[in-house]
């Protein structure tokens, strides 16, 4: 039987009735032995089967065989979903949770697109604005209007804010200070290796990197020319497409995808370097996305070959340890999507080690969700919340960096912080290298510039 006759046959019984369902031999691998469960932090928040691993996995395997219609009882728990992968280092035969989610939100978003102001806002924001940079870029300028004209005082001075739902004023309140140039603007083509030349590599900037954390990518690329690599940074790419993945817009998610192989292959570099696991994950997982599109199966796998985390990459191609010393203490927050999705654990925590002066002091489930993934946080408020506090109680007194590779947790470990009134920061694992690299030069107090003008911002 052919692969068309096949899924013809499949789709028939199934009521997952579009194009890229959830594949059922994924599906088979399940043997319910409900090992993943206590990894699942819905499950842990609700005690409820259908917000767990195995839940969704039967909720999913019930559609797919027609048993069960696309309703609210399956797209709650679908949607629910942190898509955090925590299920997926758990469970001992290697059960696709993530994916499986992914496949099944690109069908209810089929079986049921949103309509009115939701529609049209998820329309805007990921058809509209994040796979266009240049229009995101208008929003930084905005966003950054906002907060130095005068109007973010005003706003919060009138108490303007309050009339926001609570998590709403929270991420205002750490929202960091945006830069005043996007690192595509900021950064030239190609930033070239300092020393003797090791090989090139590209730099994905991302689109929330770019625009709100442009001081990570310049950290970034910084590091890389300093460890012999020219950093080439291409104009025409785009934002990764994990957002559209996780809400399931999947064709969207495919034509960004498609955009990004084209630059960086064309691009002829040996390496495509990421900062944000988040994005990393999605990008490692393009030829899943794009499995049956016969023109970029090959090329997407090509691609993927050549993407590390940054931290991954400096561990596997050997990095200056830096002479700088911090001395401080620091503690690393493991985001889902570099542990879970990437199995990356060891090299953050091996850089940060290799800074003079930083004693590591782990924090207890250091690989839980901090209930950031992605926009989860603004769309499940109720479930992240008790998420991010439960990941709280697990920092360690008296540090003052928390580290991590991933700018949405950033964002909600700063609001984390916040809460706590704590004077720790956030920050990225590079960004740490790069200020002992530049403290070796007398320049770590610049570095801070940067970060210390973000916590500027959420005074
Ligand atoms: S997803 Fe894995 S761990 Fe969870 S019930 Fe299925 S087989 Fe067991
Ligand atoms: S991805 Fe995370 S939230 Fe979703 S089922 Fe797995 S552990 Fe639970």
Redesign the pocket.
Known sequence: MSEHTQLAAMLEQSNFKWPDPPNPDKLSVCVHCGL?LQ?????LETGIEA???RG?VYLINLVNDGLMNINDAFVDPVF?????????T?CPSGVQ??TL?EEARGQIRQAQPLTGVKGMFSDLMLKKIFPHPDRLQKIGKLMRFYQKSGLQKATRGLGIMKLFPKHMQEMEAVLPLIPEKTSREALPPVVHAIGEKRGTVGLVVGCVMDVMFADINMATARVLARNGYDVVIPQAQTCCGALQVHAGERDTAKQMARTNIDTFLAAGVEYVIMNAAGCGAAVKEYPELLHSDPNYRDKAEHFTNKVRDISEFLVEVGYEPPKGKLNVKITYHDA?HLAHAQKIRTQPREILRSIPGVELIEMADSDR?CGSAGIYNLTHPEMASPILEAKMANVPDGVTYIAMGNPGCMMQMATGVHRKGSDMEVMHTVSLLDMAYRAEQGLANESQASVTQREEARA
Not at 80 to 88: N, Q
């Open positions: 993943c990894a699942c932090p819905t499950y917000q767990s691993p969704r629910r979903c942190l898509d955090c992968r925590a299920c997926e758990a949770v993530g989610i889902c969700c």
